[in-house]
């Protein structure tokens, strides 16, 4: 069992950037791959990135390439979510996530993960 707690979403403007954070307690974090979607009203969750146990492998949705960047500190027990040149359309609630395996390019459906975190609203005015 883990627990999983996001912070760091807010509101801001167009091209500015943020970090979000996903802190984990419970089992040994460096035993799970992490993984953020995000939620927009009215549509579905959607993949945003994940990284494997170590941080070695990283894939990220085409939508966020070249601008967010995922990361982990197994020693913090934290994944961070940075996110640069910020669109209205990356206004969603963001979710960390985890899962025991890694799945590779099928990473993007969230029946892959078992524990979820509450949410963070972040918010990108035009």
């Known amino acids: 069992q883990v627990w999983l707690v996001e912070s760091g979403g807010g509101l801001v403007q167009a091209g500015a950037s943020l970090r979000l954070s996903c802190a984990a307690s419970g089992d040994t974090f460096a035993e799970y791959v992490m993984a953020w979607f995000r939620q927009a009203p009215g549509k579905e969750r959607e993949f945003v990135g994940v990284?494997?146990?170590?941080?070695?492998?990283?894939l990220y949705a085409d939508s966020v390439k070249g601008r967010f960047t995922i990361s982990r500190d197994n020693a913090k027990n934290t994944m961070y979510l940075q996110m640069n040149s910020l669109k209205p359309e990356d206004s969603a609630v963001y979710y960390c996530t985890a899962g025991r395996s890694w799945y590779g390019r099928t990473s993007d459906r969230s029946g892959r993960y078992d524990y979820w975190g509450q949410g963070t609203q972040v918010t990108v005015s035009s």
């Open positions: 990284i494997s146990w170590s941080g070695n492998n990283i």
